[in-house]
């Protein structure tokens, strides 16, 4: 057994919004609480969140709508309790946040405004202009600090430590120094945000590596529908950056190469606004049918008028002039659809337990199945501030009846063979390299259309990338915030999600929201309205399948 030099009674690794969610939560619970991040909390990738968050505030909504709203652009696999959680507290959490100092915009008279968003019945995003993640993540940081909870930033998590099914803590590298060390703790929160860097070109920052997923899958904790995976219908072709659909909600148009508004051939009622696998899978269709403009479609926001963009969307103006190099004030921008968000995570139960002991998870990491095969626009913000809170409860509960469980002695020497071994080997592969490599393969194989072959042969080249890693070789060998070595256990766990995504894919033989097959091209409920759920083992992953939680809601054919 190890003597931990750091031990917390709730530990949480993240500091986006679901991070210092939860463990402001904790620490209000009463109990010691820490934060691990790998970056200052206020550079998560919650910060670039845009277009707003949703929930039923407007006189004439309801949160009953919302539930449905997000069981149905869920295309039925959301668990309809935790929707339902989700959708009743949002209010709630609003008016908390606004309380705490977060400037929501607001109509003439004072009330919170909301606008409309994709796959949504009522007008019912609140938001901060076009810079809503950052502000609320300011908000919520200030409690961080104002509580007393401890931040260790610049920490980077290598491994978590189970052993019998009971959680143990971390392994954590300080990467100032370079020194790996034993964190302990009673319970441990993941809240480490989505895995979008495995593909080419996402909007997700270049943390988001989806590093807590494949940590919790190797420490045995089974993870859930990771072959959903949200291509956003809006993103800049030169580098994939977001355009929110905010813009849409404002009332932007998408336009194809005759000039026609095409999305209500596709979505009748909605148009631009059905929900985002919809809008993505209509764009896509335009291009491959050769409607599109130099591999894009339009986003003509002009209509708008100035005042209204720079009010409304100054922050995507000024991307739309930095990157692709037009004013959306007098030209249409050109888009296409981006890998986005990664609905499936880490399963866990309604209090963000999961199946190991004293391990909990929240927001884009996790998979308490709010969003299911497609999440709405608006629903992730708003699922991190609840089920953080949620995660912060349990978990403070969870370390209030049990105490520190010993730490195995041979966890902390494990991961020191595992970093110097990087550094002594002498094979010639190159970590951007195969980072490059693999994230095309996922574009290739895994995009918005899939079907058996082409997936059957991205799974072989997911593997063979896989066993080229085992020859990486680090140049850099200095202690001192070494990202190379950062970057090579980031791929490490990226490829672990790739193979996981794909597996989930090739085995799932129907069209059920984000996942559409052109061999099997319709939602099949008899044999799929099941998770996926995938769990390790000596052979490689192990597939499973799990009931969703019905409701009032019954599986409709689902039209915008
Ligand atoms: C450009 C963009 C715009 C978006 N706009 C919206 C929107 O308008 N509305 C909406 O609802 N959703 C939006 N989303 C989605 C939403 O922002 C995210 O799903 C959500 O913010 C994720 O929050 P999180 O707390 O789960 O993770 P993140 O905010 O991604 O935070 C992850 C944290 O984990 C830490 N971490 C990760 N790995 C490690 C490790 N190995 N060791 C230590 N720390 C680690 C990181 O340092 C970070 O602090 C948007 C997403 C993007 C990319």
Known sequence: MVDAAIQHDVLVVGAGLAGM????????????T??????????????AAQGGINAAVAKDDSWENHWFDTVKGSDYLADQDAAEILTRLAPDNIRELEHQGCLFSRWQDGRIATRPFGGAGFPRTCFVADITGHVILQTVYEQVLKNGVTVYEEFFVVSLIVEDNVCRGVITLDMSTGKLSAVRAKAVVFATGGSGRVFYKSTNSLISTGDGVAIAYRAGAPVEDMEFIQFHPTTLASNGVLITEGARGEGAYLLNSEGDRFMFKYAPTKGELASRDVVSRAEWTEILEGRGVNGCVLLDL??????RIQERLPQIRELAIDFAGCDPVNAPVPIKPGAHYTMGGIRVDKTCASTVQGFFAAGECSAVSVHGANRLGG???????????????SAAQYAREHDYASFPSSALPDQESRRNALFQTTGKEKVAVLRDAMQAVMNEHFHIFRNEAQMAAGVNKVRQLRERFANVAINDHSMVFNTALTEAFELDAMLDLAEIIALGALARKESRGAHARIDYKDRDDANWLKHTVITRSPEGPKLSYAPVTMGKFQPMERVY
Request: charged share 20%.
């Open 302 to 307: 002009r209509h708008l008028c100035e005042a």
């Open 379 to 393: 629903n992730s913000i708003l699922e991190t501030v609840v089920f953080g809170k949620i995660a912060g409860v």
């Open 34 to 47: 820490a934060i691990i991040s790998k970056v200052h909390p206020m550079r998560s990738h919650s910060g």
């Open 21 to 32: 969610r939860a463990a402001v939560a904790a620490r209000e619970a009463g109990v010691d």
